[in-house]
């Protein structure tokens, strides 16, 4: 593969290749990072044109720790204000030979336009409503590392469904690993006909949550709600609100994930969040960088 633009077009046997590379950045027998200069003499530009925390920071740590130079665009400062458009920005950094394009943005599809006009790699970092392929792939890790293996268990993905690039890019994966997965929320945050990728859906959390082994929660995302069904925090809580009642009815060694960025009390419990038993979203954070630096550094060979 040239570029990474997400997971509907990769083989199974592509996955565990990634996890397996990224296992060995996330294994040191002194818990130190890993460093290495594999990616010595590349350049790796990062476009964010939508906010991040995680995935941006993370993208920039997994190149650095590979030796790249890695320039963050800092898109709200950028030539875009005054605007120009996104395939000409692209253009124009592709003129400076940079060996590795890590781009999100707010449209569906807009990555894979631009990976047509560049002659580097592109990295899918998340595009609108579509895929987020290396959050699917640092939750994948995290979870073969959790639970021994990435076959045959139960996940739960709940929430905002419908705008959600995180559970599509996770549906995929899962769906390719021979997974089952169930997806929970109001009806009215459930994608028409999402039915034919093989999951399960409800809008009842008792019954999606049953003797789950992975319980995914997703925050509601309210800047891709135009004007639609929005639906009061509260009563949000109250009926899909992860908290110790509704995590019962999963199984007792059941973990918690959630991609970030979390609202506490609208989603999920702060108390569940935090819960070092429970809950593996700061080890979902660690595992992004070393997936990263897998991505990166396949991309990257060959470049140098
Ligand atoms: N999970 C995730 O993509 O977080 P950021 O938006 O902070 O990058």
Redesign the pocket.
Known sequence: HRHLLGIEHLKPSDITAILDRADTFATTPDSRAVRKDSLAGLTQINMFFE??????ASFEIAGKRLGADVMNMAMQASSIKKGETLIDTALTLNAMHPDLLVVRHPNSGAVALLAQKVNCAVINA?DGKHE?PT?ALLDALTIRRRKGRLQRLTVAICGDIAHSR?ARSNIMLLGKMENRVRLVGPRTLMPPGIEKFGVEVTDDMETGLKDADVVMMLRLQRERMDGGFIPSEREYYHRFGLDAAKLSHAKPDAIVMH???MNRGVEIDGEIADDINRSVIQEQVEMGVAVRMAVLEMLGEGRG
């Open positions: 906010n991040s925390t995680r995935t941006q998340g987020h959050q995180v991609p970030g960025p």
